[in-house]
């Protein structure tokens, strides 16, 4: 059922650092521009980062712009999100998603065709 599997986040102090994978155990990677959404508790899901299907573009959220650096590895089947600086309102269940659609990652989650199960990640102050 679950096709993205989303690894890697924790508990962090503010200004660390973690990198979060989105491994595809049932899709071939390549061939979706793939993003990263969050959502904190009473908070609508946002989007944070957007790569292309060869990773030549990407795209980030004006909150994390700066911070945050998504990143693909296609030959090994996986996305990543790398996070610097890391805020406490960076705090939320992070998600990788899929789109079969766009070459180039939409930041709307509408145009997103497969989602993991998410990621916590918590930064405390």
């Known amino acids: 059922q679950v096709q993205l599997v989303e690894s890697g986040g924790g508990l962090v102090q503010a200004g660390g650092s973690l990198r979060l994978s989105c491994a595809a155990p049932g899709l071939t990677l390549r061939t979706y521009a793939m993003a990263w959404f969050r959502q904190a508790p009473g908070k609508e899901r946002e989007f944070v980062a957007g790569?292309?299907?060869?990773?030549?573009?990407?795209s980030y959220a004006d909150s994390v712009k700066g911070r945050f650096t998504i990143s693909r590895d296609n030959a090994k089947n996986t996305v990543y999100l790398q996070m610097n600086s890391l805020k406490p309102e960076d705090t939320a269940v992070y998600y990788c998603a899929a789109d079969a659609t766009y070459i180039i990652a939409s930041d709307r989650e509408t145009s997103y065709d497969y989602w993991g199960q998410g990621t916590q990640v918590t930064v405390s102050s």
């Open positions: 790569i292309s299907r060869s990773g030549g573009s990407t």
